[in-house]
Nanobody
Framework: QVQLRESGPGLVKSSQTLSLICTVSGGSVTTGYYYWAWIRQAPGKGLEWLGAIGWNDSTDVNPSLKNRTSISRDTSRSRFTLQLSAVTPEDTAVYYC?????????????WGQGTQVAVSS
């Protein structure tokens, strides 16, 4: 069974770059055909998809965050990362990594437990 676990700093200062890692156990980020995503939930708000990387190393990011978001993977360690630059307190949220099967409309059905990130002003 594939499990995901997020890790990273719990507190970041404004203007800095937030770096988060999702470690995949029981599987590989190169296994076809899956997408691996970052999703966040700010206090009192709904889920926001940040971006994803595919089994084939393709990437896609939320257009609203495109200039600040980078997603990459480390196949040797079976993990993928999120970098979010120039953070502000509005980036305070619980950040999740998640997995879904390729195919139109397939939901993200395997999630990590989430990691809380606070951005100080």
């Amino acid at each position: 069974q594939v499990q995901l676990r997020e890790s990273g700093p719990g507190l970041v200062k404004s203007s800095q770059t937030l770096s988060l890692i999702c470690t995949v156990s029981g599987g590989s980020v190169t296994t076809g055909y899956y997408y691996w995503a970052w999703i966040r939930q700010a206090p009192g708000k709904g889920l926001e998809w940040l971006g994803a990387i595919g089994w084939n190393d393709s990437t896609d990011v939320n257009p609203s965050l495109k200039n600040r978001t980078s997603i990459s993977r480390d196949t040797s360690r079976s993990r993928f990362t999120l970098q979010l630059s120039a953070v502000t307190p509005e980036d305070t949220a619980v950040y999740y990594c998640a997995q879904r099967s390729a195919g139109w409309g397939n939901p993200y059905d395997n999630w990590g437990q989430g990691t809380q990130v606070a951005v100080s002003s």
